[in-house]
């Protein structure tokens, strides 16, 4: 089955810097790959995904970028706020039918003020 | 729109019990799949449900099941509990399928003594 490495699992940035997490999958039929952001005692929540057809997408300070060939995915934000201080999961479809979501698991990301 | 509701959100059992957990999902929203995150594993893929039928199952033995009814909402429940289902159970909906946004609930915490 699929097999999602998340690094590193801790950052900690100085407020105003970048944050970079990065993924790599396993199962060459993945094609889409959302990250979500759950913060202490919250639901995970969307923030950004991208479709395997796309090698880049951006909202706002959020990016994430996508390489098939190397089968890894990376999570970008830039200016961080204090308010970004989360743990960051980054998942990937898996399965024949791709009905499953293989998580990779999460990075505690602090933004330190 | 309602968001996705989940009940209880905390119980208690002692090993060897049973449990069932309850999700609501979006209106609309006819995929429901179901997670289990500990401290240890992270976010582990239960099952999905689409239309009443499972369409996809996780690593998890036997005691795990689900069900959903024809208005999407959907029900999982854990037979002869043991310690190490001690977690949080959430459940998540979409539109169709997994690879569209899924909308995470507030999860139900399960503590099993």
């Known amino acids: 089955g699929e097999n999602v490495e998340q690094h590193p699992s801790t950052l900690s940035v100085q407020e105003g810097d970048s944050a970079v997490i990065k993924c790599t999958y396993s199962?060459?039929?993945?094609?889409?790959f959302p990250w979500y952001k759950q913060e202490l005692g919250k639901r995970p929540q969307l923030i950004i995904d991208?479709?395997?057809?796309?090698g880049e997408k951006k909202d706002q300070r959020i990016a994430v970028t996508l390489n098939k060939t190397a089968k890894h995915f990376s999570l970008h934000i830039t200016e961080t706020q204090p308010e970004d201080s989360a743990v960051y999961f980054c998942a990937a479809t898996s399965g024949g039918s791709a009905r499953q979501l293989t998580f990779g698991s999460g990075t505690q990301l602090t933004v330190l003020p | 729109k309602a968001g996705v509701t989940q009940t209880p959100r905390y119980l208690i059992k002692t090993r060897g019990q049973q449990v069932t957990l309850s999700c609501s999902p979006i209106?609309?929203?006819?995929?429901v799949s179901w997670y289990q995150q500990t401290p240890g594993q992270g976010l582990q893929f239960l099952f999905e449900y689409f239309s009443e039928t499972q369409r996809n199952k996780g690593n998890f033995p036997g005691r795990f099941s689900g069900r959903q009814f024809s208005n999407s909402r959907s029900e999982m429940n854990v037979s002869t509990l043991e310690l190490g289902d001690s977690a949080l159970y959430l459940c998540?909906?979409?539109?169709?399928?997994?690879?569209?946004?899924?909308?995470f609930g507030p999860g139900t915490r399960l503590l099993v003594l």
């Open positions: 199962d060459s039929a993945s094609n889409y």
């Open positions: 998540a909906s979409s539109l169709m399928a997994v690879q569209e946004t899924q909308y």
């Open positions: 991208i479709r395997s057809n796309v």
């Open positions: 209106s609309g929203h006819r995929s």
